[in-house]
C-alpha cells in the first residue's frame, strides 16, 4: 500500500506533487541527489558567467526560485530516505 507526503512547496492547499515513502530509500536518495545537483549546477552556472552581474532582478529571482524548490524537494526526498531505510533496518532485525 502506497502512503504519500506532500512536497514541502507546493501551490494552493491542494498536494499535487507528493513523494511515495514505499520506494526504497535508494530510489528516494537518488532522486534527491538530482535535484540537489540540479540546483548546484544552475548556481554555479550563474555564478561563472560574466554577464551574471548584468541580469534583471526578474531573472535572479527566477533562477533562485528554481533553486530553492529544487532544494526543498531534495530535502524532502532525503528525509524520506532516511524514513525508509530505518524502516528497512528495522525490518530486518524482526
Do not use: K
Amino acid at each position: 500500500m502506497s502512503q504519500f507526503t506532500p512536497l514541502t512547496y507546493q501551490l494552493g492547499d491542494e498536494p499535487a506533487l507528493v513523494i511515495d515513502e514505499t520506494c526504497s530509500a535508494e530510489a528516494l536518495h537518488d532522486n534527491a541527489e538530482a535535484r540537489l545537483e540540479a540546483a548546484r549546477g544552475m548556481l554555479e552556472t550563474i555564478a561563472s558567467l560574466d554577464v551574471a552581474t548584468q541580469l534583471h532582478r526578474h531573472d535572479l529571482a527566477n533562477v533562485a526560485q528554481a533553486a530553492q524548490i529544487l532544494a526543498a524537494d531534495a530535502s524532502d526526498l532525503y528525509r524520506a530516505a532516511r524514513t525508509a531505510g530505518a524502516h528497512a533496518h528495522h525490518g530486518r532485525r524482526r
